[in-house]
């Protein structure tokens, strides 16, 4: 089982962004390519939107996850915003489309 839920977000203030939200693999599934098929998926669904920008949000500590999306190249850009009270704490993560 594998899902991922994306949104396109565009503001005349900034550049196109897609968000990708809640990405997930089940174990079984893990180490297999499904991670990385998912994100070329979501990039490249991006670029045909003309995005500039994929980002997301990552829990702090999930290095396996941290990691996949590092080999994309996506990049730490510090704790992501707006993280409601009692929730685990989570990293943004931004990449370029070019």
């Known amino acids: 089982m ?3 839920r994306i949104a396109g977000t565009i503001d005349a203030d900034e550049s196109p ?3 990708l939200i809640s990405m997930w693999v089940a174990p079984f599934a893990r180490g297999h390519g499904v991670g990385d098929a998912l994100i070329q998926a979501v990039v490249s669904w991006a670029e045909e939107q003309h995005a500039k920008q994929v ?3 990552v829990r702090a500590g ?3 996850a941290i990691a996949l999306y590092a080999r994309h190249g996506f990049i730490d ?3 992501a915003p707006d993280i409601a009270d009692g929730q685990p704490p989570e990293r ?3 990449m370029p489309v070019t």
Request: no cysteine; charged share 15%; net charge negative.
């Open 92 to 94: 943004l993560m931004i």
């Open 17 to 19: 962004t897609v968000e």
């Open 62 to 64: 999930n290095e396996r």
């Open 2 to 4: 594998v899902g991922a």
């Open 55 to 57: 980002v997301l949000a």
């Open 77 to 79: 850009a510090g704790p």
